[in-house]
C-alpha cells in the first residue's frame, strides 16, 4: 500500500476561540507521538507552540499578493499615480511621491499609468513559515503572519501543502490539524483534504450558535465529524440542548469534558491533560482512540 493511501488528516476545530480547540489538538498530538504530522493552521492567533515545544528548526518567507514599489530615479513626479491610487497608498513627501506598503493593496493601476514605467510590482512577504521538532519527536508545521499582513487563507494552503509533502515523505499515518476558529477563508482552507473534524464546543448560548455555523461549513465537504462538549458541567440545559443537535445532525459525540482546573494549571505548565494525571487524561485517550476507529471503520 502507497504512504498516501493511509494517511489520516484530522482537523481540530471550533466556531470560535476559547473553547479549548488547542490544548484537545496540543494532547491528540501528543498521544499520537511520532506517527503523525502536525499542521498549526490557527496562523492568525498560533499557540499550540506553547504546549508542543517546537524547536523552530526551520524556516521559510512565505510571500502572499503584491506591492507596488516608485523607482525614484524614473520618477518624473508627475502625480498620476498618486491621482488614480483609492486606496490612498501614495504620498507626496518632501518632493518625492512613497508608496505605503501598509496601504497598498496592489491592484497595480500605479504601475500601468506610469509614463515613464517608474512603478514595479513585487511580491509581498507576510510571514513565516516554519518546520519544527516537537517535544514528543514529532514534525510540526507553523507559521506567523506579519503585522497587518491578509491572505491567511493562504497561509493555512502553505502550512497544509508542507505537513502533507513530510507526511507523505515520512510515510506518517496521520496529520493532525489545529485550525482556524470562525468559519472563513482559514476554516475552509484547512478543510481541504480532511478525513475528520473534531468539532470543540462549549455549553453556552454562542457556544452551540458557532457550532451550528462551523458544522454547516463542513458538512459542505462531507466530511465526518465528531463532537466534544468542553466544560459540560458548567450548564447541563445548554449541554443537552447540543447533544440533540448532535443528534439530529448524525454527528458522533465523542466526550463531555468536566470543568477542570487541571487543564488550565496544566497550560500554565507548558503541558496538555494527557500529560497529568488527571481523570480527564484517560477520557482524551479514549477519543482519540474513538476517532482512529472511526476513521478506520469508514474506509
Ligand atoms: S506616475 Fe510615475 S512618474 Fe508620475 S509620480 Fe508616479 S511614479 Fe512618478
Ligand atoms: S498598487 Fe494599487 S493600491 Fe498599491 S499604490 Fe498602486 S494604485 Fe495604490
Redo the contacts with the bound molecule.
Keep these: 500500500m502507497k504512504p498516501t493511501e493511509i494517511m489520516n488528516e484530522i482537523v481540530v476545530l471550533s466556531g470560535k476561540g476559547g473553547t479549548g480547540k488547542t490544548s484537545i489538538a496540543a494532547s491528540l498530538a501528543v498521544l499520537a507521538g511520532n506517527s503523525a504530522v502536525i499542521a498549526d493552521c490557527d496562523v492568525g492567533a498560533a499557540n499550540i507552540h506553547l504546549l508542543l515545544k517546537p524547536d523552530f528548526g526551520k524556516t521559510f518567507e512565505f510571500y502572499s499578493g503584491e506591492l507596488a514599489s516608485?523607482h525614484q530615479e524614473?520618477?518624473?513626479?508627475?502625480?498620476?499615480?498618486?491621482e488614480v491610487c483609492r486606496f490612498k497608498a501614495i504620498s507626496f513627501i518632501d518632493d518625492h511621491?512613497l508608496i505605503s506598503d501598509l496601504d497598498c493593496e496592489g491592484c497595480g493601476y500605479?504601475e500601468r499609468?506610469?509614463?515613464?514605467h517608474?512603478?514595479a510590482m513585487y511580491e509581498r512577504k507576510s510571514g513565516h513559515v516554519y518546520i519544527s521538532k516537537t517535544k514528543v519527536g514529532s514534525t510540526m508545521v507553523h507559521a506567523r503572519l506579519d503585522i497587518s499582513a491578509e491572505n491567511s487563507g493562504k497561509l493555512v494552503a502553505a502550512v497544509k501543502n508542507e505537513a502533507k509533502s513530510i507526511a507523505i515523505k515520512e510515510d506518517k499515518q496521520f496529520i493532525i490539524v489545529d485550525g482556524s476558529p470562525g468559519i472563513g477563508c482559514p476554516v475552509v482552507s484547512s478543510l481541504s483534504g480532511a478525513n475528520y473534524v473534531i468539532l470543540v464546543t462549549e455549553p453556552t448560548l454562542s457556544g452551540l450558535h458557532d457550532l451550528k455555523r462551523v458544522h454547516a461549513v463542513i458538512s459542505r465537504f462531507r466530511i465526518q465529524s465528531g463532537c466534544i462538549i468542553n466544560k459540560f458541567d458548567l450548564n447541563l440545559e445548554k449541554t443537552v440542548e447540543i447533544k440533540h443537535f448532535l443528534e439530529e445532525l448524525q454527528i458522533h459525540h465523542l466526550a463531555d469534558i468536566s470543568y477542570d482546573i487541571a487543564f488550565t494549571q496544566a497550560m500554565t505548565e507548558g503541558k496538555t491533560i494527557v500529560e497529568t494525571s488527571s481523570p480527564l487524561k484517560q477520557l482524551i485517550e479514549e477519543v482519540w482512540y474513538n476517532v482512529k476507529e472511526q476513521i478506520i471503520i469508514k474506509k
Excluded at 524614473?74 to 498618486?82: D, I, P, Y
Excluded at 499609468?113 to 515613464?116: A, D, G, I, L, S
Aim: net charge positive.
Design positions: 516608485i524614473l520618477c518624473t513626479v508627475c502625480g498620476k499615480c498618486a511621491y500605479c499609468v506610469c509614463p515613464t517608474a512603478i
